[in-house]
């Protein structure tokens, strides 16, 4: 199991996460490449969070809950959660590159709202760091659990918690969150809008 630095750069890495796609196809024609049933229940999933993010009645518990239906869903398709986020590759690769161009030489790093762990398992294998992967939905640690397996690294934690609960504990010589404080704190309330649902 690594523990060491790997040399890696981010392109070598997402062309091995996201191999047989072809991102450049476009959303449309990626989409069409997913299953169709698993697709159409994840959209239908996607459009309530919208319908909730966009009510003035919806609470944040039902806003909070359809999320997590959303997330654990696609989470539990692995091969839809890879086109979903090869869609997006070229953030992803925008993200990993500001972050490890910024990065100086840390020990541990907290990942916050790590998700499936794609970026998690990035820092993990270039940095040697000792990371602690926080997220809600247990159906997204057990994916970074199987790509830390895959890739041969001891240095990754999983937590499975709330942001707003975890103890930090000892201090961190970094803290990683993306895509995830609009859902902390009095962001939550409105959910990804950040305008509070009327009451």
């Not at 039902?62 to 953030?91: F, G, Q, T």
């Not at 992967?133 to 790509?147: C, F, M, R, T, Y």
């Not at 895959?150 to 201090?171: M, Q």
């Not at 970094?174 to 995830?180: I, K, R």
Request: proline fraction near 3%.
């Amino acid at each position: 199991m690594a523990k060491s630095k790997n040399i890696i750069s981010v392109k070598q890495y997402l062309d091995e996460e996201f191999s047989g796609i072809d991102v450049s196809l476009g959303q449309e024609e990626l989409f069409k490449r997913a299953d169709p049933d698993a697709l159409e229940i994840f959209r239908e999933l996607i459009e309530e969070v919208y319908c909730l993010w966009g009510s003035s009645y919806a609470s944040v518990e039902d806003i909070m809950a359809a999320e997590y239906e959303a997330h654990d869903y696609i989470y539990k398709n692995p091969e839809l959660a890879r086109i979903c986020l090869s869609v997006n590759r070229d953030r992803e690769e925008k993200t990993l590159q500001y972050v490890m161009e910024n990065l100086q030489q840390p020990k541990n790093l907290l990942d916050l709202g790590c998700g499936e762990g794609i970026k998690t398992i990035y820092y993990a294998l270039t940095t040697g760091a000792d990371i602690t992967a926080i997220d809600l939905i247990p159906s997204g640690l057990n994916l970074v659990k199987e790509k830390a397996m895959k890739y041969r690294l001891s240095n990754i934690s999983t937590v499975e918690v709330d942001i707003r609960d975890f103890d930090l504990g000892i201090g961190f010589d970094g803290v990683l969150a993306n895509c995830v404080l609009h859902e902390s704190g009095d962001n939550r309330e409105g959910g990804f809008y950040g305008t509070p649902p009327h009451r």
